[in-house]
């Protein structure tokens, strides 16, 4: 079974960074694309970006939200099965629950992990 871990969240001021990580366990994460997601109370889940197979060209695309454009950058390490996403200037409506997205394209099949909780508050 594929496992999908988050790490990285917390608690952050206004205007700081985090770095998530999402790490698959999988021999052929190459084939995998990968996306991060977002929750917050009270909210439907939200995409923030996707990322291709490397294969594809590890295609960065991001979600409609305007404030994390410009804020926030997914990419992908192969050799460490790991995904990323880099997250500056974070404001508190940033606040939620993340949560990574594994897609196994030759399959059709999405693994999700538990999810990490970001807290941007001074």
């Known amino acids: 079974q594929v496992q999908v871990v988050e790490s990285g969240g917390g608690l952050v001021q206004p205007g700081g960074s985090l770095r998530l990580s999402c790490e698959v366990s999988t021999t052929i994460f190459s084939l995998y694309a990968m996306g991060w997601y977002r929750q917050a109370p009270g909210k439907e889940r939200e995409l923030i970006a996707t990322i291709s197979t490397s294969i594809s060209g590890g295609v960065a695309r991001y979600g409609d939200s305007d404030s994390v454009k410009d804020r926030f950058t997914i990419a992908r390490d192969d050799a460490k099965n790991t995904v990323y996403l880099q997250m500056n200037n974070l404001k508190p409506e940033d606040t939620a629950v993340y949560y990574c997205?594994?897609?196994?394209?030759?399959?059709?099949?999405?693994?999700w992990g538990q999810g990490t909780q970001v807290i941007v508050s001074s």
């Open positions: 997205n594994a897609h196994f394209t030759v399959r059709n099949q999405d693994f």
